[in-house]
């Protein structure tokens, strides 16, 4: 009777630890099985999503080439576009001209028609390249991108972190019309490999700045004024030149009342040189 009772409660004291240790073994996590169908989608997916050539060194972007761009800017004298008033007047004289579609030239569909605009020299340039491009793979380049103004460029890193800022020492060349982008999205390795060779070989004879971007799917290339003497087009009339100085705004001063008032000459104007001819 006394070894039932002992039994017993050796019994009820395991019980609890039966329990405790039923709770702590790992339940083994049940795999829901993928269709053939499912996982042959994900794993082209994934290849599409992280899909990437190699950059070769003569693209890869850096400050450097971002001083770069800004000096050749600066040696041209060209000014930086602020806002569309600008973007208008350059185009009404002739110092930025159209980019036109054709077979060798597309635009990207998401490209508004008053930024399909870019100086002559960067027009020579994407002429050539989508000429060449043609005749080798029969299919047009594509352009995503071309001028901007700094209110665009503004807006446009707002949401996105990899474009060049407005303004400053590193600022975007596209606001100087002198640069364009080209779509590389839907490139075969050969193209891809095409481009980015003719892209380095005229870096290399210092009449483009490129940059193969890895976050956009696209070449970024400013062109120098230089190219259109390197591809052997004549500089042409004075619409050529790119040289322009913006007419400033005048703002009027606040005048005081502490300010004396103005004098005003009562002499008359002294008379200019003659342009007669003189007489012997």
């Given at each position: 009777?006394?070894?039932a009772?002992?039994?017993?409660?050796?019994?009820a004291?395991s019980?609890?630890?039966?329990?405790?240790?039923a709770r702590?073994?790992?339940?083994?996590?049940?795999?829901r099985?993928?269709?053939?169908?499912?996982?042959?989608?994900r794993?082209?997916?994934?290849?599409?999503?992280?899909?990437?050539f190699?950059?070769?060194?003569?693209?890869?972007?850096?400050?450097?080439?971002?001083?770069k761009?800004?000096?050749?800017?600066?040696?041209?004298?060209l000014?930086?576009?602020q806002d569309?008033?600008?973007?208008?007047?350059?185009k009404?004289?002739?110092?930025?001209?159209?980019v036109?579609e054709?077979?060798?030239?597309?635009?990207?569909?998401?490209?508004?028609?008053?930024?399909?605009?870019?100086?002559?020299?960067?027009?020579a340039?994407?002429?050539?390249?989508?000429?060449?491009?043609?005749?080798?793979?029969?299919v047009p380049?594509?352009?995503?991108?071309?001028?901007?103004?700094?209110?665009?460029?503004?807006?446009?890193?707002?949401?996105?972190?990899?474009?060049?800022?407005?303004?400053?020492?590193?600022?975007?060349?596209?606001?100087?019309?002198?640069?364009?982008d080209?779509?590389?999205?839907g490139?075969?390795?050969?193209?891809?490999?095409?481009?980015?060779?003719?892209?380095?070989?005229?870096?290399?004879?210092?009449?483009?700045e490129p940059?193969?971007?890895?976050?956009q799917p696209?070449?970024h290339?400013?062109?120098?004024?230089?190219?259109l003497?390197?591809?052997?087009?004549?500089t042409?009339?004075?619409?050529?030149?790119?040289?322009?100085?913006?007419p400033?705004i005048?703002?009027?001063?606040?005048i005081?009342?502490?300010?004396?008032?103005?004098?005003?000459?009562?002499?008359?104007?002294s008379?200019?040189?003659?342009?007669?001819?003189?007489?012997?």
């Open positions: 009777m006394r070894s009772v002992i039994i017993l409660v050796l019994s004291l019980v609890p630890a039966i329990a405790m240790s702590n073994v790992p339940r083994r996590t049940q795999v099985k993928l269709s053939h169908s499912t996982r042959h989608h794993a082209r997916f994934r290849r599409i999503r992280f899909r990437g190699a950059i070769i060194p003569a693209l890869r972007g850096s400050r450097d080439s971002l001083l761009q800004n000096e050749e800017i600066d040696r041209a004298g000014p930086r576009i569309s008033e600008q973007l208008e007047q350059l009404a004289v002739g110092y930025l001209v159209p036109r054709s077979k060798f030239v597309r635009f990207d569909s998401a490209l508004a028609d008053d930024r399909r605009y870019c100086r002559p020299w960067t027009l340039f994407v002429e050539d390249l989508g000429r060449d491009y043609y005749s080798t793979f029969k380049i594509q352009v995503n991108s071309a001028v901007r103004t700094a209110e665009q460029q503004r807006r446009l890193r707002r949401h996105n972190g990899n474009a060049a800022p407005e303004a400053g020492e590193t600022a975007s060349s596209h606001l100087a019309g002198i640069t364009v080209i779509g590389k999205r490139m075969t390795r050969k193209q891809h490999k095409w481009v980015a060779d003719y892209l380095a070989k005229l870096k290399t004879d210092g009449v483009i940059e193969e971007e890895r976050r696209v070449f290339v400013m062109v120098a004024q230089r190219y003497a390197y591809s052997g087009r004549e042409g009339p004075a619409l050529m030149d790119a040289k322009i100085q913006l400033d005048p703002i009027p001063t606040p005081l009342a502490s300010d004396a008032a103005p004098t005003v000459s009562t002499e008359s104007p008379p200019g040189p003659s342009l007669e001819t003189p007489k012997n």
